[in-house]
């Protein structure tokens, strides 16, 4: 009877040690985010993707709790970065930030294009949108799309556009204009950034480019270069001065550089669904969305859908003037 009734005390000792154990593995498996987060920005640093990642990786940081570690690996109109994310090992802790032509333009571009934006990657959401803006230097003589064209036209082999890589919006939308006003001699410089197709076009390496407005908005309020329109549907908060494409004669390159957020293709639900809740919380926040407005972002607060439905709409778009201008990168 004795050995009986340590053997039962023993079993009782197992069984509670066993549901302990248990509760406790389960309880740190729901401890989510438990180490650092890795962000992949697909850009190099100094331009707009860089610049939005990192005022949101601030306070992802302070909703989570744990450090945001941003990594930029540009190349390839955002190719490399996805490539690299898409093939690295299985990891809950690690994200990439998208652009539109990552998820909708690159696929018409590429042959080999290195990741696949339906099977590689689970959407967790967007994060903002900006206006492309068209630009020329003060040297040019033109202040008008319209007047763009007619100088293209007086003057062959005279124009030349920077942009912040082949295959990218600015690239697109200006092959479109050329396309459309029938500019025969138009040459593209394709840089590895936003930051540094800037910087060619003020210290006089180019005449013009399209391309996003935050970077671009200091050299326009120094006077360092002169907008001629904005590609969003209406005009632009910070240049309310500067008329629209459509407005200038081209509603075709009517479109806004967005980004967002996505994780690897086995991530659980549960983390797409906390990541989700966390950055649509933070994009709603009011002194955020001032903090964003600063830089010429407007948030995109939504769910993992919209930003799937964003990217199927963007692809019928781009298809399109993909086939007009007659663009192509391999």
């Given at each position: 009877?004795?050995?009986?009734?340590?053997l039962?005390?023993c079993?009782?000792l197992?069984?509670?040690?066993?549901a302990?154990?248990?509760g406790?593995?389960?309880q740190?498996?729901?401890?989510?985010?438990?180490?650092?987060?890795?962000?992949v920005v697909?850009?190099?640093?100094g331009?707009?993707t860089?610049?939005?990642t990192?005022?949101?990786?601030?306070?992802?940081s302070?909703?989570?709790?744990q450090?945001?570690l941003i990594?930029n690996r540009?190349?390839?109109n955002?190719?490399?970065g996805?490539?690299?994310?898409?093939?690295?090992?299985?990891?809950?802790?690690?994200?990439?930030v998208?652009?539109?032509?990552?998820?909708a333009?690159n696929?018409y571009?590429?042959?080999k294009?290195?990741?696949?934006?339906d099977a590689?990657?689970?959407?967790i959401?967007?994060?903002?949108?900006?206006?492309?803006?068209m630009?020329v230097s003060?040297?040019?003589p033109?202040t008008?799309?319209?007047g763009?064209?007619?100088y293209?036209?007086?003057?062959?082999?005279?124009?030349?556009y920077?942009?912040?890589g082949?295959?990218?919006a600015g690239?697109?939308?200006?092959e479109l204009f050329?396309?459309?006003?029938?500019?025969?001699q138009?040459?593209?410089v394709?840089y590895?950034?936003n930051?540094p197709?800037?910087?060619?076009?003020v210290?006089?390496?180019?005449?013009f480019?399209?391309d996003?407005?935050?970077?671009l908005?200091?050299?326009i309020?120094a006077?360092?270069?002169?907008?001629?329109?904005?590609?969003?549907?209406k005009r632009?908060?910070?240049?309310?001065?500067v008329?629209?494409?459509t407005?200038?004669?081209f509603?075709?390159?009517t479109?806004t550089?967005w980004?967002?957020l996505?994780?690897?293709?086995k991530?659980?639900p549960e983390?797409?669904a906390?990541?989700?809740?966390t950055?649509?919380s933070?994009?709603?926040n009011?002194?955020?969305?001032?903090?964003l407005?600063?830089?010429?972002f407007?948030p995109?607060?939504?769910?993992?859908e919209?930003?799937?439905?964003?990217a199927?709409?963007?692809?019928e778009?781009w298809?399109k003037?993909?086939?007009i201008?007659?663009?192509?990168v391999d």
């Amino acid at each position: 009877m004795r050995a009986c009734s340590i053997l039962g005390r023993c079993l009782l000792l197992c069984c509670a040690w066993f549901a302990f154990a248990s509760g406790s593995l389960a309880q740190a498996q729901q401890v989510w985010p438990s180490r650092p987060i890795r962000i992949v920005v697909p850009y190099p640093a100094g331009g707009s993707t860089d610049i939005l990642t990192r005022l949101l990786g601030q306070r992802l940081s302070e909703s989570l709790g744990q450090p945001v570690l941003i990594e930029n690996r540009g190349g390839g109109n955002g190719g490399v970065g996805a490539s690299y994310f898409a093939k690295s090992a299985q990891d809950d802790h690690f994200f990439l930030v998208t652009s539109l032509p990552m998820m909708a333009v690159n696929i018409y571009l590429y042959t080999k294009l290195g990741y696949d934006p339906d099977a590689d990657f689970i959407p967790i959401g967007l994060m903002g949108h900006t206006p492309n803006v068209m630009v020329v230097s003060p040297a040019l003589p033109v202040t008008s799309m319209q007047g763009l064209a007619a100088y293209g036209k007086a003057n062959p082999g005279r124009l030349s556009y920077s942009s912040s890589g082949s295959g990218s919006a600015g690239h697109l939308l200006n092959e479109l204009f050329k396309s459309t006003v029938g500019i025969d001699q138009l040459l593209h410089v394709p840089y590895k950034g936003n930051a540094p197709a800037m910087q060619a076009l003020v210290a006089g390496d180019v005449q013009f480019t399209t391309d996003n407005l935050p970077q671009l908005l200091p050299q326009i309020r120094a006077g360092k270069l002169r907008p001629l329109a904005v590609t969003s549907p209406k005009r632009w908060f910070q240049l309310p001065e500067v008329p629209t494409v459509t407005e200038a004669g081209f509603p075709a390159m009517t479109t806004t550089a967005w980004f967002g957020l996505v994780a690897q293709a086995k991530t659980p639900p549960e983390v797409i669904a906390k990541m989700n809740a966390t950055l649509v919380s933070i994009l709603r926040n009011p002194d955020f969305t001032a903090k964003l407005a600063e830089f010429s972002f407007e948030p995109l607060p939504g769910t993992p859908e919209d930003m799937r439905a964003a990217a199927l709409r963007e692809r019928e778009k781009w298809k399109k003037v993909i086939e007009i201008s007659g663009a192509r990168v391999d």
